[in-house]
């Protein structure tokens, strides 16, 4: 596709429940962020990617959190026993390399909502 | 302390309004300056980047950058209720993620 694709679109879960959120990057993108945004707050930085180097995984807020990234290409965020606080719009970029970054294009994101 | 600060706002302007939205930095490290305009429900979309200081126009978009200050500014002529968006700053060293500041919100009124 010619955007970043993010799926499901909105997600209710059960508080507890595990949950997996989908981004797929523009193709040919080699670098891939997750970033929430939390009701009327700004972006706040997850897990990014850089081809095949080791993620940047200090912005998971906790070991409930996890990521990966296949074949450099589709990146699933998955989050353990959901809890409240993490309802959230959770956002994924992508940009062709680290130095391009500036030029990262976002995807509509995953409305997370924890019941 | 943030690294990125950014008024919330809301600012409200009528319509042909020159609108100016300013965030401050804290790291000097960054090099790279972005605008995103995010509308209701959806991914923010970028509008325009800048690398170090000085200005960078499109269309009716100037974004300005004083490093010294750490300053970044986003001007808008000749708003339009389409305009009507929350937007988003954010600063970049050239590796790792970006930093976004909290964005501030406008309304353009007809």
């Known amino acids: 596709g010619a955007g970043v694709s993010q799926s499901p679109s909105n997600k209710v879960t059960e508080k507890g429940k595990d949950v997996e959120l989908r981004c797929d990057p523009i193709?040919?993108?080699?670098?891939l962020y997750w970033y929430r945004q939390s009701l009327g707050q700004g972006l706040e930085f997850l897990i990014y990617f850089q081809g095949n180097s080791a993620p940047d995984k200090s912005g998971l807020p906790s070991d409930r959190f996890s990521a990966e990234r296949t074949g450099g290409s589709v990146s699933t965020l998955t989050i353990q026993r959901t809890q409240q606080e993490d309802s959230a719009v959770y956002l994924c970029?992508?940009?062709?390399?680290?130095?391009?970054?500036?030029?990262?294009?976002f995807g509509q994101g995953t409305r997370l909502t924890v019941v | 302390q943030k690294e990125v600060e950014q008024d919330p706002g809301p600012l409200s302007v009528p319509e042909g309004a020159i609108v100016s939205l300013n965030c401050t930095y804290s790291n000097s490290a960054f090099q790279y300056f972005m605008w995103y305009r995010q509308y209701s429900r959806k991914g923010p979309e970028l509008l325009m980047y800048t690398y170090s200081s000085g200005n960078k126009e499109d269309g009716r978009f100037t974004a300005q950058v004083d490093k010294s200050s750490k300053y970044i500014s986003l001007f808008i002529r000749d708003s339009q209720p389409s305009d009507s968006a929350t937007y988003l700053c954010a600063s970049y060293t050239g590796r790792r993620a970006l930093t976004f500041g909290s964005g501030t919100r406008l309304q353009v009124q007809p």
């Open positions: 193709s040919g993108h080699t670098a």
């Open positions: 970029a992508s940009s062709v390399g680290t130095g391009n970054g500036a030029e990262a294009f």
